[in-house]
């Protein structure tokens, strides 16, 4: 089976395979969220490149193509950081309602992917944005000023594309 093509790709093609179930298990490992081990989407790259140049709106489209193709168990990992750009989004049209739900649903999504995945730090990137909500909450809930929310980058360790 050809590891460059996508999941689900990968799965139509397992009940014509005669591969070994050992092949098929390591072809789907490298073949997970389109992503071969070390070569990532270049749209996930984009992603990550505007996330990281706050530029939010851009992010959540980049990523909303991967998105809409993933089926799979990455599903929701790109959902969360597309939720997390789009309540930094929210939070500079001065929506801090959004912002809110939107950090919230964002952090749930992305909690069962661990410390790290797809090669992304997800450990401090969501420490920064519960910070971030806990700001956002108090101030909805105190009033006062606006906090200046500095959103964190999305880093990517390149020495191992997979989690």
Request: charged letters at 25%; glycine letters at 10%; proline letters at 4%.
């Amino acid at each position: 089976m050809d590891a460059t093509v996508g999941p689900a790709v990968a799965l139509a093609n397992v009940g014509a395979s005669t591969d070994s179930a050992e092949e098929m298990k390591d072809t789907s490992a490298q073949a997970r969220g389109g992503f071969m081990e070390n070569t990532p989407d270049a749209r996930f790259l984009k992603g990550i490149e505007e996330f990281n140049g706050e530029l939010f709106f851009e992010c959540h489209e980049t990523l909303e193509e991967i998105w809409l193709e993933e089926h799979g168990e990455d599903r929701d990992f790109y959902q969360g950081i597309i939720q997390i750009a789009a309540a930094y989004f929210k939070w500079e049209q001065n929506v801090p309602m959004g912002t809110l739900k939107l950090m919230r649903s964002g952090l749930d999504k992305l909690a069962p992917y661990g410390f790290m995945y797809q090669g992304v730090d997800l450990n401090s990137f969501m420490e920064t944005v519960q910070r971030h909500l806990k700001e956002v909450e108090a101030f909805t809930h105190d009033g006062g000023d606006m906090p200046n929310l500095r959103a964190p980058h999305l880093t990517r360790n390149t020495g191992n594309g997979a989690d």
